[in-house]
């Protein structure tokens, strides 16, 4: 299972408050729309991809779509 990635708590109450990223993390969820899918996550393509899950709370497919 993955955890989010630390963060200030500034900063972490900004990104839950806007697109619940630490919440979606723990339940294996993308950050909800309109940043994110919302949906849950599969399986990323490789590390880099399932660590930026963790930094951005976007799953494979919304990482691919934004970068």
Not at 7 to 12: G, Q, T
Not at 35 to 49: A, H, L, M, Q
């Given at each position: ?7 200030s708590?500034?900063i972490e109450?900004?990104l839950?408050?806007?697109a ?5 993390v723990?339940?294996?969820l ?10 849950p996550i599969?399986?990323f393509?490789?590390?880099?991809s399932?660590r930026e899950?963790?930094?951005s709370?976007?799953c494979q497919?919304?990482q691919?779509?934004?970068?």
């Amino acid at each position: 299972m993955l955890t989010p990635s630390d963060k200030s708590p500034a900063i972490e109450s900004f990104l839950e408050e806007m697109a619940g990223r630490s919440s979606a993390v723990t339940e294996g969820l993308c950050v909800r729309p309109p940043f994110g899918c919302g949906k849950p996550i599969t399986p990323f393509r490789d590390e880099k991809s399932a660590r930026e899950y963790q930094i951005s709370g976007l799953c494979q497919t919304c990482q691919d779509t934004i970068w």
